[in-house]
């Protein structure tokens, strides 16, 4: 088995552990204190959002100029300056934020104010991991710098929930804990890249100088901070004005079912990884049409997987909510999200690797565009919705779904429009038709005294009546799917 088998094996397999733990910690475990639980579900991803500012995209740089520095013996120059460079951004950053609450002292009774102690520290270890780890898959390793990157944030979670619930530690005492987790990630980076080849510190600027290499360097970097920023804003935006306007007890309960929820996109993970090599394949040799037919195949298999678990989720949490530790039955009542964040993940991956195909053409910059618009687009629609309406959590799924939504029909667009591939078929509709079949008689079927029953028996149902509806309307080829190119995509990276 090669080295990149062996890695990717690995990679996939951690992948999956990961989310494993995460799931099942927020099903069985962080619904004892929903508040604390949001409180680190507010930390992490308000880290996450400011990161990208701090490291400006010197972390894509380091693998982008690799081979060019590696060639002239400064890639150990071109680390020591990107990390230089991120410490440098944190001063500044740091100083820019306290000149803020410094002009603008009515802003200090908010949370990011009073967490800051602990807020920005986290920003300064992960963006310093961050370099570390775009660095290392340089040398076509990805399985312990995957560790850090997908179990630690797992553990830190874990542990300092357990520490103050279970064992009854004081909140700063956890946060000190959280904390040092990802400082342990960070050394463990620092360690493993300096196992592949050891770290010798060079701070020079003469080979950054030389043919104005810098500006190549920093207008690679600026793009990729701003593709960076616009994500982190999209996707953890939720997180942290939910802590900031609602609450941090809405925001567990918000993190809980969203990690339930995006169970659905288990099939992605492995399909996405294997794909970009094809798609870069097919604009090589030109062949459109051929790449159409395998976004349609990709983008059916993901939603006929996505919607087959999604059916089952949505019969089966009514009664998952009551082995649900003390909060239950609060989680119960945000059931609606279940399906209004459920339906919007499932459309995206109705559409496959629409994001992929925009990023390895040539017209990569119009994914940032896009995606800096979907970040403002989700900003003002939260706002909304929490400022004008008095939907709640609620209001922030509906602005998730419809700027995911949104964002999905423009790649789609311009997809076809550009290179003439479409990922939706009509066999999206008859899956559709009889999981709404599956799911309606479910419904109706009468509940047994015991909920363990109901929770295994109505998932069950919908299960067979899918298989069932399947097998007769020939819209999904699951045996074939099954033992091949499914199981190729887990096992593969």
Not at 370 to 392: C, E, R
Not at 415 to 444: R, W
Request: charged letters at 10%; a positive charge; hydrophobic letters at 50%.
């Amino acid at each position: 088995m090669s080295v990149v088998k062996r890695q990717g094996f690995k990679y996939s397999l951690i992948g999956y552990f990961g989310f494993l733990l995460g799931t099942v910690s927020a099903i069985f475990i962080f619904p004892y204190d929903l508040e604390y639980y949001g409180k680190l579900r507010y930390i992490l991803p308000t880290a996450q959002m400011f990161l990208s500012i701090v490291v400006f995209g010197l972390s894509y740089s380091t693998v982008k100029f690799f081979p060019e520095t590696k060639a002239a013996g400064k890639h150990q120059n071109m680390l020591s300056l990107a990390l230089a460079g991120v410490g440098i951004n944190f001063l500044i950053f740091a100083a820019g934020l306290f000149l803020f609450f410094t002009l603008f002292p009515q802003y200090k009774t908010t949370e990011l104010w009073n967490m800051k102690r602990l807020i920005l520290p986290l920003i300064l270890v992960l963006a310093l991991s961050a370099v570390f780890n775009k660095y290392i898959s340089n040398y076509e390793r990805i399985v312990v710098p995957n560790i850090f990157e997908n179990i630690f944030p797992k553990l830190a979670n874990f542990g300092a929930f357990s520490l103050f619930f279970f064992a009854g530690m004081p909140e700063k005492g956890t946060y000190a804990f959280f904390l040092g987790i990802f400082a342990l990630g960070l050394i463990g980076y620092a360690m493993y890249a300096n196992k592949l080849e050891k770290i010798t510190p060079d701070f020079s600027l003469v080979f950054f100088k030389k043919d104005s290499f810098w500006k190549n360097f920093a207008n690679y970097s600026f793009f990729g901070f701003l593709g960076n920023l616009g994500s982190y804003l999209a996707l953890s935006i939720d997180s942290y004005m939910i802590g900031e306007y609602l609450g941090f007890e809405e925001n567990g309960v918000y993190s809980t079912i969203y990690s339930i929820v995006s169970l659905i996109s288990i099939p992605a993970m492995g399909l996405y990884n294997i794909s970009a090599p094809i798609i870069n394949q097919h604009f090589a040799n030109k062949t459109m049409k051929e790449l159409d037919e395998y976004h349609k195949k990709t983008s059916l298999t993901l939603f006929f997987m996505g919607l087959v678990l999604l059916s089952c989720i949505w019969v089966g949490f009514p009664y998952l909510a009551h082995f649900m530790p003390k909060n239950g039955a609060q989680l119960l009542e945000a059931e609606p999200l279940l399906w209004i964040i459920g339906s919007a993940i499932l459309f995206e991956l109705a559409t496959g690797f629409n994001g992929h195909i925009i990023s390895l053409s040539k017209y990569y910059k119009f994914n940032i565009a896009v995606m800096l618009l979907l970040a403002l687009l989700t900003i003002s629609l939260n706002l909304y919705f929490i400022k004008n309406t008095t939907l709640g959590i609620f209001g922030v799924a509906i602005s998730y779904a419809v700027s995911l939504t949104l964002f999905n029909l423009t790649k789609i667009t311009f997809n076809y429009y550009k290179f003439k591939v479409f990922p939706l078929t009509i066999e999206m509709v008859f899956a559709s038709i009889i999981c709404t079949l599956a799911i309606t008689i479910s419904l109706l079927l009468p509940d047994s005294d015991h909920s363990f029953v109901n929770l295994i028996y109505k998932p069950a149902v919908v299960l067979i009546l899918i298989l069932i509806g399947n097998h007769f309307m020939k819209i999904f080829p699951l045996e074939d799917y099954l033992n091949r190119t499914f199981l190729k995509s887990i096992f593969k990276f």
